[in-house]
């Protein structure tokens, strides 16, 4: 982008010397280094360092891919093969997060459920805390104190070890777990995909 930006031949001449120099002739770029072929040599600039140098690495992975006939589905189904692979990265939400867990709740009217009720009502109000950016934390000494909000994105993390909800969601379901007889603080296992809270 730096060099494309450049106007001035004798820049553009000094700048392609001085960023490539040797590696020219390991791109396979034989012509003059000069100003009227910038885009020419851009295209092959940018051929060499994003498939020429990793193409190895492409043919392993295609060749993975091939295995148990992956690239084929791929090939022959584009549109939704993206839609399964590819993170649509999409705003996460109080709502979202809190409708990622399945429960059981113990008998209704005893003690226990009464108790999961209370910690389900207020894991939805602290997710809408998190989500309105209420909830911060403090860090360092008193010399160089910083502040960090918590998003729900780390709450997720925490909870899944992904900041962003798959395409195909999460295997195994999400759950809650209740425990009536632990002292422990809320937590997770991120294996069987279970928060576990008191």
């Not at 885009?39 to 993975?64: M, N, P, W």
């Not at 584009?78 to 429960?103: H, W, Y």
């Not at 909000?149 to 209740?178: D, E, K, M």
Request: a negative charge; charged letters at 25%; one cysteine or more.
């Amino acid at each position: 982008e730096e060099i494309d930006s450049i106007t001035d031949a004798k820049e553009f001449e000094d700048k392609v010397v001085t960023f490539f120099g040797n590696s020219l002739q390991d791109m396979g770029y034989t012509k003059p280094v000069v100003f009227p072929n910038k885009k020419e040599f851009l295209r092959t600039a940018t051929i060499h360092y994003t498939l020429v140098q990793s193409i190895c690495e492409l043919y392993q992975f295609i060749d993975g891919l091939n295995v148990v006939g992956v690239l084929e589905i791929l090939r022959n189904h584009p549109v939704e093969s993206r839609a399964i692979l590819q993170c649509s990265c999409n705003k996460l939400t109080a709502e979202m997060v809190d409708g990622l867990f399945k429960f059981n709740l113990s008998d209704e009217g005893s003690n226990k459920n009464q108790q999961e009720k209370s910690i389900l009502f207020f894991w939805s109000e602290f997710l809408e805390d998190v989500e309105r950016g209420d909830i911060q934390k403090e860090i360092g000494d008193s010399n160089s104190r910083i502040s960090i909000v918590v998003s729900l994105q780390a709450v997720l993390a925490f909870i899944t070890g992904s900041t962003h909800i798959p395409p195909l969601g999460f295997h195994p379901p999400r759950s809650i777990a209740f425990l009536h007889d632990e002292n422990r603080k809320m937590h997770v296992s991120t294996c069987s995909n279970i928060l576990f809270s008191q």
